[in-house]
Protein backbone atom coordinates (compact mmCIF):
# COMPACT_ATOMS: atom_id res chain seq x y z
CA UNK A 1 0.00 0.00 0.00
CA UNK A 2 0.71 3.65 -0.71
CA UNK A 3 0.12 6.42 1.47
CA UNK A 4 -0.35 9.93 0.00
CA UNK A 5 -1.11 13.00 1.60
CA UNK A 6 -2.86 15.66 -0.73
CA UNK A 7 -2.27 19.59 0.03
CA UNK A 8 -3.01 22.74 -2.09
CA UNK A 9 -6.31 23.32 -2.56
CA UNK A 10 -8.52 26.53 -1.04
CA UNK A 11 -10.95 29.12 -2.59
CA UNK A 12 -10.44 30.96 -6.37
CA UNK A 13 -12.02 32.86 -8.33
CA UNK A 14 -12.78 31.41 -12.24
CA UNK A 15 -9.94 31.74 -14.51
CA UNK A 16 -7.70 31.73 -11.63
CA UNK A 17 -4.92 28.93 -11.16
CA UNK A 18 -4.56 26.57 -8.10
CA UNK A 19 -1.31 23.51 -8.25
CA UNK A 20 -2.14 20.48 -6.06
CA UNK A 21 0.47 18.51 -4.55
CA UNK A 22 0.35 14.19 -3.47
CA UNK A 23 3.26 13.44 -1.26
CA UNK A 24 3.47 9.22 -1.98
CA UNK A 25 5.10 7.02 0.54
CA UNK A 26 5.33 3.25 1.23
CA UNK A 27 7.45 0.89 -0.59
CA UNK A 28 6.35 1.42 -4.50
CA UNK A 29 5.16 4.88 -3.89
CA UNK A 30 7.94 5.53 -6.86
CA UNK A 31 6.73 2.90 -9.14
CA UNK A 32 2.99 3.36 -8.84
CA UNK A 33 0.90 5.40 -11.20
CA UNK A 34 -0.84 8.04 -9.84
CA UNK A 35 -4.00 9.58 -10.41
CA UNK A 36 -6.38 12.84 -9.58
CA UNK A 37 -10.25 12.25 -8.83
CA UNK A 38 -12.67 14.42 -8.05
CA UNK A 39 -16.12 14.13 -6.11
CA UNK A 40 -18.65 17.08 -6.53
CA UNK A 41 -21.34 17.19 -3.83
CA UNK A 42 -24.29 14.91 -4.96
CA UNK A 43 -22.12 13.41 -7.93
CA UNK A 44 -20.06 10.55 -8.11
CA UNK A 45 -16.29 10.59 -7.70
CA UNK A 46 -15.09 11.16 -11.21
CA UNK A 47 -11.65 10.83 -12.82
CA UNK A 48 -9.63 13.75 -13.85
CA UNK A 49 -6.15 12.72 -15.11
CA UNK A 50 -3.47 10.15 -14.51
CA UNK A 51 0.40 9.71 -15.04
CA UNK A 52 2.51 6.20 -15.54
CA UNK A 53 4.76 5.56 -12.94
CA UNK A 54 7.53 6.40 -15.43
CA UNK A 55 5.82 10.06 -16.32
CA UNK A 56 5.91 8.95 -19.94
CA UNK A 57 1.93 8.88 -20.18
CA UNK A 58 -0.79 11.30 -18.91
CA UNK A 59 -4.23 10.72 -19.34
CA UNK A 60 -6.92 13.23 -19.13
CA UNK A 61 -10.74 13.64 -18.56
CA UNK A 62 -11.66 15.68 -21.45
CA UNK A 63 -13.19 18.71 -19.14
CA UNK A 64 -10.04 19.60 -18.11
CA UNK A 65 -7.44 18.80 -21.68
CA UNK A 66 -5.88 21.96 -21.99
CA UNK A 67 -6.31 23.46 -18.70
CA UNK A 68 -5.00 20.74 -16.11
CA UNK A 69 -1.55 19.75 -16.12
CA UNK A 70 -0.17 16.10 -14.36
CA UNK A 71 2.97 15.76 -13.37
CA UNK A 72 5.04 13.80 -11.15
CA UNK A 73 8.93 14.00 -9.43
CA UNK A 74 9.98 10.83 -8.33
CA UNK A 75 12.51 11.75 -6.38
CA UNK A 76 10.51 13.53 -4.34
CA UNK A 77 7.68 10.76 -4.72
CA UNK A 78 5.20 13.49 -5.63
CA UNK A 79 2.80 13.77 -8.16
CA UNK A 80 1.05 17.47 -8.84
CA UNK A 81 -2.10 18.44 -10.83
CA UNK A 82 -1.78 22.21 -12.01
CA UNK A 83 -5.13 23.80 -12.18
CA UNK A 84 -5.71 26.48 -15.09
CA UNK A 85 -8.29 28.13 -16.39
CA UNK A 86 -10.79 26.97 -12.99
CA UNK A 87 -14.85 26.99 -14.04
CA UNK A 88 -17.02 26.92 -10.84
CA UNK A 89 -17.92 23.06 -12.46
CA UNK A 90 -14.66 21.98 -11.13
CA UNK A 91 -15.64 23.09 -7.56
CA UNK A 92 -15.30 19.42 -5.67
CA UNK A 93 -12.90 17.26 -3.24
CA UNK A 94 -10.02 16.09 -4.98
CA UNK A 95 -8.38 12.92 -4.29
CA UNK A 96 -4.93 11.81 -5.14
CA UNK A 97 -4.55 8.00 -6.16
CA UNK A 98 -2.28 5.24 -6.47
CA UNK A 99 -1.82 2.16 -8.32
CA UNK A 100 0.10 -0.45 -10.44
CA UNK A 101 -1.45 1.15 -13.20
CA UNK A 102 -3.89 3.26 -14.73
CA UNK A 103 -7.31 1.03 -15.55
CA UNK A 104 -9.05 2.02 -18.72
CA UNK A 105 -12.73 0.76 -19.85
CA UNK A 106 -13.80 -0.26 -23.42
CA UNK A 107 -15.34 2.92 -24.00
CA UNK A 108 -11.65 5.13 -23.15
CA UNK A 109 -12.77 6.23 -20.02
CA UNK A 110 -9.93 5.79 -17.36
CA UNK A 111 -10.27 4.42 -13.44
CA UNK A 112 -8.31 3.12 -10.28
CA UNK A 113 -10.30 0.63 -8.47
CA UNK A 114 -11.56 1.75 -5.53
CA UNK A 115 -11.16 -1.57 -3.18
CA UNK A 116 -7.02 -2.40 -4.51
CA UNK A 117 -5.78 1.70 -5.18
CA UNK A 118 -4.54 3.71 -2.05
CA UNK A 119 -6.38 6.69 -1.56
CA UNK A 120 -5.51 10.25 -0.05
CA UNK A 121 -8.23 12.05 2.35
CA UNK A 122 -8.36 14.59 -0.24
CA UNK A 123 -8.17 18.50 -0.59
CA UNK A 124 -11.53 20.93 -1.00
CA UNK A 125 -11.32 23.00 -4.30
CA UNK A 126 -13.45 25.73 -4.67
CA UNK A 127 -13.66 28.25 -7.44
CA UNK A 128 -16.24 31.35 -7.48
CA UNK A 129 -18.01 32.75 -9.99
Known amino acids: QVQLVESGGGLVQAGGSLRLSCAASGRTASTSAMGWFRQAPGKEREFVAA????????YYEDSVKGRFTISRDNAKNTVYLQMNSLKPEDTAVYYCAADRRVHSTSSGSYYFPMNSASWGQGTQVTVSS
Open 51 to 58: ISWTGSST
